[in-house]
């Protein structure tokens, strides 16, 4: 049985239209309830999908790639849409088709494609990009590499790992951006671009399951209501099993790690000059929250001062793996993340009009325990915590076509919310009484920020352009809360401690950018910058002397500064042997200040967070990126990267000097080589044979209170995949191993009483399938 396609259309339109018509009534009647938003987002993204399964799509086209002719990709990291190969940016652009055949299902695996980029897992994401990081994901601190998702900038690093699920592209852009984006990009930024509805009708359903019984599951519909509106609906299911193991003493379940759904619902509307796109989207978040094993699994002498800690892995990578820390209770993960975002544009000729504005919320209930290093103990813990961001940026833009292209506008962004910590049988207040809780209620914590800014470009000659930017940020941070130490579980008075945490700090920083680049000839793109970039202060637990009953800490205690960037750098992009050989070459130099870093201290009673400004760096590398393609079914992926990050005046104590060693995660050397082979088949389809190996150099995480730097040795990290094509690209089937080596590798450590060791992924492997409609 089959449907006549005009037919089948009809009807889906008339389906969809209702739908829309239904749901959009619902958040009519109840738009005081947050509750309707993620109804509408959810069910109707779901309902919108209900025609997949009809298999008379199977002869419409693919969905439509960012990829344009001679092997481009499309990118807007100058805010306007350019070719990759002509933007005078370190960046790396991965297309969805790309990410989905290499087997990137979410932000951790960027790092295999992108030189100098590390993506960790902790609280929260942890992005580094050329050695500049941030280790603070509490409810004060920020990122230093912003992540981004269709260019709404996410604030928490606990919502930033999220499935690469409908993906249009991923563009990351190296190096301060300090001009057009701005908000705390001193490392850079990470931009995940979800696919637009399109004037076609299209649709897909991918799935794949493999090893720790990970099973990932996407739909897509595209629905053209008529000439000028288009709807996307998309929903994903991903979950697996911890990447950890308990062991006898460990007795509570740890498994899922994940188990998330998602769904996104976006509407475009042509309305001639006016273009507008409204974006909304829906994450339950849940899972188990064990996501580490104790120091003493990995190393040793780890405890002593000045000492660097001696790489001794207990036995095999499974032993390893294992967290053998006496606990039984909960370990729960039940997050919620959700936005609406709106991008509109208006052409009034010689200048058009951009608005992109969001609202977001990030709800997180997590269940996790505070272990020893040692695994003797383990202590249960909870957080509770609440946040609501804002966003909105006007800017106006030249469209003509003369020598001078000018962007200018302003960003407002506001974060609220309460984040609630609590540890219980951490402290007691006789040896071996437990039911002492020690924590943190911050009932209200607000983050705001403004920004207005300019860039120009100016064609001296066709061949030679000159780029001027300047952007001033104004920042202001504040928070009303306390840290306690209750003499029971109930907190109710009696034998408890309180000290506040008050505070409140304004920050403001003009930061610039100016560069030329020319074109040497039509392949050939020279280019040179200077760029500065600045990340917000803030402020520690507790109060100033002299603004409330209790207050004890100095001001250069409790506050620290902004930290600031500024880059040379200098590269080329080419393409050489009659387009074959495409080649990106990059170098740059750092000066980078008032570094923040953030430990694990006892200052406060108990584990709190302490960040101070830690001196200066300097930071020089060199990055070579190089695609050739021989033949049509042949591709040969290469890149290199130098690095020499390293502390030029750092004194983590008046008595040590720290001059000369290396910051976090930079390792000297980073190669990658992979190479996809095709074969065509008689009967239209394609086998495609795909290997990727990475080459890490050892690189050291500090752990600044115990004055050591724990080291990672080097190590290698092998992928694989096979994937059969079926004619027209109707359908696919892929296996695919990743981390064939099984490589241990150390993204996170502490050696403090609390300390554990985070590892990345271990060798996985599963199948891959997918369909187009």
């Not at 850079?188 to 009708?201: A, E, Y």
């Not at 897909?204 to 996407?218: E, P, V």
């Not at 040692?374 to 030249?398: G, I, P, V, W």
């Not at 009953?549 to 500064?561: F, H």
Request: glycine content about 10%; aromatic content about 10%.
């Amino acid at each position: 049985m089959s449907c006549h396609p005009l037919a089948l259309r009809t009807g889906l339109l008339a389906f969809v239209a209702e739908t829309i018509s239904v749901c959009s009534a619902q958040v009519r009647l109840d738009s005081e309830r947050e509750e309707s938003v993620k109804s509408f987002i959810l069910l109707c993204s779901a309902a919108v999908l209900v025609p997949v399964a009809t298999p008379a799509m199977a002869q419409d086209a693919a969905p439509s790639s960012p990829k344009v002719a001679d092997g481009e990709i499309i990118v807007t990291a100058t805010r306007n849409e350019t070719l990759a190969s002509k933007t005078p940016i370190a960046l790396t652009a991965m297309s969805g088709d790309d990410l989905l055949k290499s087997g990137v299902t979410d932000p951790t695996n960027l790092a295999e494609d992108v030189p100098n980029l590390s993506i960790d897992r902790g609280n929260g994401l942890q992005i580094t990009i050329r050695g500049i990081t941030s280790s603070d994901g509490t409810e004060k601190g920020d990122p230093s590499a912003a992540f981004m998702l269709d260019g709404i900038y996410i604030a928490r690093p606990q919502a930033q790992e999220v499935s690469f699920f409908d993906v249009n592209r991923v563009e990351v852009l190296r190096g301060p951006q300090g001009t057009l984006f701005g908000r705390n990009t001193t490392a850079g930024l990470i931009n995940v671009i979800s696919n637009h509805p399109t004037d076609r009708l299209e649709g897909s359903l991918d799935a794949s399951y493999g090893s720790y019984n990970a099973t990932n599951i996407t739909g897509v519909l595209n629905v053209p209501v008529n000439d000028a509106i288009a709807v996307r609906g998309a929903v994903n299911y991903d979950r697996r099993d911890n990447y950890y193991k308990a062991g006898e003493a460990l007795t509570s379940d740890i498994d899922p790690y994940k188990n998330n759904v998602a769904g996104r619902l976006s509407a475009s509307f042509d309305m001639g000059p006016a273009q507008l796109l409204i974006v909304g989207d829906y994450s339950k978040i849940k899972g188990k929250t064990l996501g580490s094993v104790p120091v003493s699994n990995l190393y040793s002498d780890y405890s002593d001062a000045g000492v660097n800690p001696t790489y001794d892995p207990i036995g095999d990578n499974s032993a390893v793996r294992t967290s053998n820390i006496p606990y039984s209770d909960n370990l729960n993960r039940d997050n919620e993340s959700w936005g609406v975002m709106a991008d509109f544009s208006y052409d009034f000729g010689p200048l058009q009009l951009n608005y992109l504005g969001s609202h977001r919320e990030f709800d997180r209930r997590e269940e996790l325990f505070t272990g020893r290093d040692d695994a003797s103990a383990a202590y249960r813990s909870n957080a509770n915590a609440q946040f609501k961001q804002d966003s909105h940026e006007l800017r106006f833009s030249t469209t003509g076509s003369g020598p001078l292209s000018l962007q200018f506008g302003g960003y407002y962004f506001k974060e609220s919310g309460f984040m609630k910590y609590y540890i219980y049988g951490l402290l007691s207040p006789d040896e071996g009484t437990p039911g002492y809780v020690f924590g943190f209620p911050q009932r209200d914590v607000q983050s705001e920020s403004y920004a207005a800014f300019s860039q120009a470009t100016y064609a001296i000659i066709p061949e030679l352009r000159l780029t001027a930017g300047v952007r001033y940020s104004h920042d202001k941070k504040s928070r009303l809360g306390a840290t306690v130490i209750c003499g029971s579980v109930a907190c109710d008075g009696e034998g408890d401690s309180q000290t506040v945490n008050d505070a409140s700090r304004s920050f403001s920083k003009v930061t610039w950018r100016a560069g030329l680049d020319y074109d040497l000839d039509d392949r050939t793109l020279l280019y040179a910058t200077v760029s500065t970039g600045y990340k917000a202060g803030g402020f520690n637990d507790g109060c100033e002397e002299g603004t409330g009953s209790g207050c004890t800490l100095t001001a250069d205690a409790l506050y620290y500064n902004p930290e600031t960037l500024t880059s040379y750098e200098a590269g080329v992009k080419t393409r050489l042997l009659d387009n074959m050989l495409r080649l990106n070459l990059t170098a740059f130099h750092y000066d980078f200040k008032g570094i923040q870093l953030s430990q694990l201290s006892e200052i406060c009673g108990g584990p709190c967070q302490v960040t101070t400004n830690a001196g200066q760096a300097k930071v020089d590398g060199v990055e070579l990126e190089t695609t050739l393609t021989p033949a049509s079914n042949t591709k040969v992926n290469f890149s290199a990267s130098w690095l020499n990050a390293r502390y030029t005046d750092f004194k983590p104590n008046p008595d040590v000097s720290w001059a000369g060693y290396k910051l976090d995660r930079s390792p000297d050397w980073t190669l990658t080589g992979g190479i996809t082979q095709g074969f065509d088949l008689d009967n239209g389809g394609k086998i495609e044979l795909g290997v990727t190996t990475r080459f890490v150099d050892h690189y050291t995480i500090a752990a600044l209170g115990t004055l050591n730097q724990f080291e990672q040795p080097s190590y290698t990290k092998t992928d694989l995949q096979v994937t059969y094509n079926a004619p027209n690209d109707v359908y696919y089937v892929q296996g695919f191993v990743r981390n064939l080596e099984d490589s241990l590798i150390v993204t996170g450590a502490g050696s403090s009483t609390y300390g554990t060791v985070v590892l990345a992924d271990p060798r996985t492997y599963g199948v891959r399938a997918g369909v187009r409609f």
